[in-house]
């Protein structure tokens, strides 16, 4: 599996400038000089400024973390030919988890832990309330119990039929009986 490294740069301090944010430009991030963080128009918050602003309960809004795939080294790089939307639309869905996500559906697909379903089936799947792998266990145990029950049913009948033979029997003959009276 892939790690996930996210960049160390000592010069930034992935913090958006509150001052800035506050005239209206929320996306100007401030520099880092070890306790002290500055932006380009000059604002200025020490390190124990911006810890008490987050403490009262003023927004800091903070520069969402880019992070940096790693592939473990025995993880090799393959050539896959994907359709340029398909490609962008993954890239996109999946970014900063791309290689990790590729990895885990291969992984997944060749193992024998997955189940292909076609469209049709899928349809009529949903149609009878089945929308998830814990749906289709549900209906599978549903099934399991009703076959059991049955099972157990036919042979408390089949312990049942000696003694109900002679019954049926006579049951039989008095309907005759009654059948063939005036
Ligand atoms: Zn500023």
Redesign the pocket.
């Known amino acids: 599996m892939a790690n996930l490294v996210p960049p160390l740069d000592d010069s930034r301090s992935y913090i958006y ?4 944010a506050k ?1 209206g ?1 929320g996306q ?1 991030e ?1 520099k880092r000089d070890t306790y002290q963080f500055k ?5 200025s918050y020490s390190y124990a400024e911006i810890q008490r602003m987050i403490a009262s309960g003023q927004v800091v809004e903070m520069v969402p973390t880019q992070i940096i795939e790693n592939p473990l080294d025995s993880a090799i790089p393959c050539k896959i030919f994907l359709q340029p939307e398909t490609w962008k639309a993954a890239q996109t869905k999946w970014a900063g988890r791309f290689h990790i996500t590729v990895e885990n559906l291969f992984a997944l697909a060749v193992s024998d832990s997955v189940i292909y379903i076609e469209g049709e089936d899928v349809k009529e799947l949903r149609l009878r309330g089945v929308k998830t792998g814990r749906d289709v266990l549900a209906a599978l145990k549903a099934m399991q119990e009703l076959e059991r029950e049955r099972d157990e049913l036919q042979k408390q009948l089949s312990q049942l039929m000696p003694l109900l033979k002679p019954i049926l029997a006579a049951a039989n003959g008095v309907e005759s009986v009654e059948r063939t009276a005036p």
Do not use: D, G, L, R
């Not at 400038?17 to 800035?20: F, L, Q, V, Y």
């Not at 932006?39 to 604002?43: L, N, T």
């Open positions: 400038c509150p001052a800035c005239m430009n100007v401030m932006c380009p128009m000059f604002h």
